[in-house]
């Protein structure tokens, strides 16, 4: 930390305060200094006055005191991306750790994005970050390394190919002579044109020193001393505060009725009318959000949310799944379902629900933007998963260049997929060109859970069908809910073989915001799927693990991983008494993983309480295994809220709940009292982690349920009242 910093040692001070008033909240106004906030998530650790680097590539800076600089391109949420990405460089590079500093990389999709579907992109979704990187990165710190070998070799008039390193060393072999990459700085220059570095050139994964090694993150020391800063931290000079009154029901339109009473306040600058809310811009936040609690507003009627209320839509949903006439869109037909069903020994039928969910994240929605005067550029202060996206929709509504948009990226404290998109910084953007101010717009915590974008409601009907051996013959996956392309993902269970299979989608568009959500449509797809499973291995007196394994018999990779996590949990063991266990297994972002769980039910309550949980992974080349383990143990927790607790109902195209008293999540006291997570060895290359943790969970919890009770509960959350009224009948 730098304790030279005015704004750092005010937020140390806040929170410091917040601690001793017990949790309460109160808004403080920080000390002005623009330049030093535009690189909040610098490491921490090595924050200390360098001498001016030398650029070797984009992503490597070297310095004369030995230091190097590295240039994160993703965004930092939590999941430790920017530590895992600047290991990758650092390995390649052959670059000691200890020297080694990280800054966010300048936002510009053409050099920093990873490539994708939709061409280069900043965008920091789907845990793809480390796997998308991965190869560029490398390449980047080998044409780092090698820079440095060439200017070493001119200089010392040796054969580049006599040169080898250590840790910011450059050594001639010959004759021991040894320099600092530090030294090299300062004659270090350019080359005409960046070396290609081959593929077979790389180190081998067996010969890694740092990727599968290194655990310390760059960003947890000031997260913890409290000096790292947050979008909702922002000050700059001359700012103001705006607030939004939002559309009750989605699409309805307001009509300010006492405008000139809320211009009359104190410290109410301006009102700003939007086609979904009514912006005030104020002095102070105190001053905003009390004009807000005074607006008089009546909302448009007939918007299409209008007449939806999410629990009478599951009738209509089981209705879709059982026209025949109407396949929707079909994602994957193999074989003939329809004969191998109506043929099979016996077949089966079931239904899957899931409610709404919201993605709750501890830092609301927040963002700072200054428009010069001329109109001809903007400076944003946001913690965003897109930051390459919002600079150019900044860019568009000014009708500027990108390059005229500078976005200065913060932490985001959580983000879970909401923070890709930009419709709270668009928002931002007109508060501040009609107040011709800087304006931070803070949402409130109800802005967020009532005017969220959820993860979609829908219905999950699966059918099966077995031969008199009790193989399954044919396999139909139907989903009907709202979300459009978020509704399939990890439908196709490609990790089970079965001859007949059709999965198909039904999309309803109800006039409410939907969103990804961490693992989207894969949460509730692996929960219906992996429960359906259970069901049929119990039909067939199967043990359920056993079960599994045939259905993978053509997947050994898929089989290794659940045959670990039911040698860690000794599933074979019976449960203690009064506990019941499942097991459960999902693919995501090309990663495998299996759950298994031990919890038990209060049956006078309702309450599930989970005991205990084992998890194995194979993501291929694992770069921060310790991070890795963080993040699957975070998957569980928050898949086993969203399991257990998270709801969002809608009635009449209202969101019924407001704020965490009527939508709990998950509390520190119910975390499960063991999370054993175990890494599969590989040389394949990294896939995503951070969402593997959430799709395994909402089946090994409905799977230990039936263990224990005998009972199938198929409705997510898993709520007391639903586990009572099953209980009971």
Not at 343 to 360: P, V, W
Not at 690 to 715: D, M, Q
Request: proline fraction near 5%.
């Amino acid at each position: 930390m730098n304790d030279q910093n005015p704004l750092a040692e005010s937020v140390n001070s806040r929170r410091q305060f917040l601690k001793s008033a017990g949790g309460v909240i109160f808004y403080f106004s920080l000390p002005f200094g623009l330049s030093s906030i535009t690189t909040s998530c610098v490491d921490g650790r090595n924050q200390k006055e360098l001498p001016k680097g030398k650029g070797i590539n984009i992503w490597v800076e070297i310095h004369e005191n030995d230091m190097l600089t590295f240039f994160n391109p993703s965004n930092e949420m939590g999941q430790g991306s920017m530590t895992a990405l600047a290991v990758i460089i650092a390995e390649e590079l052959d670059a000691d750790w200890s020297k080694v500093r990280i800054e966010d990389s300048p936002v510009n999709a053409n050099l920093y994005g990873s490539p994708g579907r939709r061409g280069n992109s900043m965008m920091t979704v789907g845990s793809r970050t480390v796997s998308g990187y991965y190869d560029s990165l490398r390449q980047g710190g080998a044409q780092a390394r090698q820079v440095i070998l060439s200017n070493v070799a001119e200089h010392w008039k040796v054969p580049v190919n006599e040169l080898i390193t250590e840790p910011n060393v450059v050594i001639h072999q010959k004759t021991n002579k040894r320099i600092s990459y530090g030294d090299v700085a300062a004659f270090l220059k350019p080359l005409e044109e960046m070396p290609e570095v081959p593929a077979d050139r790389l180190k081998k994964p067996a010969d890694f020193r740092l990727i599968g090694k290194v655990a310390e993150r760059f960003d947890i020391p000031s997260k913890v001393d409290g000096s790292a800063m947050f979008g909702i931290d922002v000050q700059v000079p001359d700012m103001v505060y705006g607030v939004i009154s939002r559309s009750p029901v989605h699409g309805s339109a307001p009509e300010l009725m006492n405008e000139q009473a809320i211009l009359d306040m104190e410290g109410v600058l301006n009102i700003v009318k939007l086609e979904h809310g009514i912006g005030i811009v104020a002095s102070s936040i105190e001053q905003a959000l009390e004009a807000k609690d005074q607006l008089q507003i009546t909302w448009s009627t007939g918007a299409k949310a209008e007449s939806h209320s999410s629990e009478e839509a599951y009738a209509q949903y089981e209705e879709m799944a059982s026209n025949s006439d109407d396949d929707g869109n079909v994602i994957l037909n193999k074989g003939g379902f329809e004969g191998a069903f109506r043929n099979g020994s016996r077949r089966y039928t079931s239904d899957y629900k899931n409610d709404y969910i919201c993605h709750a994240q501890m830092e609301p929605m927040n963002a700072v933007v200054s428009i010069s005067e001329d109109n001809s550029s903007a400076d944003v202060w946001v913690g965003t998963q897109g930051p390459s996206r919002a600079q150019s929709t900044v860019a568009d509504m000014l009708g500027i260049d990108n390059s005229r948009v500078t976005i200065h990226r913060q932490y985001l404290g959580g983000g879970f997929g909401r923070k890709a998109h930009t419709d709270w910084i668009e928002e931002t953007v007109r508060l501040a060109q009609e107040t011709r101010r800087p304006v931070k717009l803070i949402w409130t915590r109800e802005d967020d859970i009532q005017y969220g974008m959820y993860r979609p409601i829908s219905l999950q009907r699966m059918q099966a069908s077995v031969d008199s051996s009790g193989n399954i013959t044919g396999w139909r996956h139907t989903i009907v809910g709202t979300g459009g392309g978020l509704l399939a993902s990890g439908a196709v269970p490609g990790y089970y073989t079965f001859p007949n299979q059709h999965i198909n989608v039904h999309n309803i568009d109800h006039g409410v915001r939907t969103k990804h959500w961490r693992s989207v449509g894969h949460g509730p797809n692996k929960f219906a799927i992996e429960a359906f499973i259970d069901e049929l291995a119990a039909d067939q007196n199967t043990d359920p693990f056993d079960f599994r394994m045939q259905l993978m018999k053509d997947h050994p990779r898929a089989q290794k991983v659940l045959q670990k996590v039911a040698e860690m949990a000794r599933w074979k063991a019976p449960a203690p008494q009064g506990r019941g266990k499942g097991i459960a297994f999902a693919e995501r972002s090309g990663s495998l993983a299996a759950c298994v769980c031990e919890l038990s039910v209060d049956r006078e309550s309702g309450v599930i309480t989970v005991h205990k949980l084992w998890a194995s992974l194979d993501a291929g080349v694992v770069v921060q295994p310790d991070n890795a383990i963080a993040q699957i143990e975070g998957g569980l927790i928050m898949g086993m809220s969203s399991v257990l607790k998270e709801s969002i109902t809608f009635k009449n195209g209202k969101v019924q709940q407001s704020n965490y008293h009527d939508y709990p999540v998950l509390r520190m006291a119910e975390v499960p009292e063991s999370i054993e997570v175990r890494i599969i060895p590989s040389t394949e290359p990294p896939t995503g982690i951070g969402e593997s943790g959430i799709p395994i969970i909402g089946g090994a919890i409905a799977n230990a349920f039936a263990n224990l009770t005998g009972k199938r509960i198929r409705h997510l959350p898993f709520t007391p009242d639903k586990v009572l009224q099953l209980l009971a009948g």
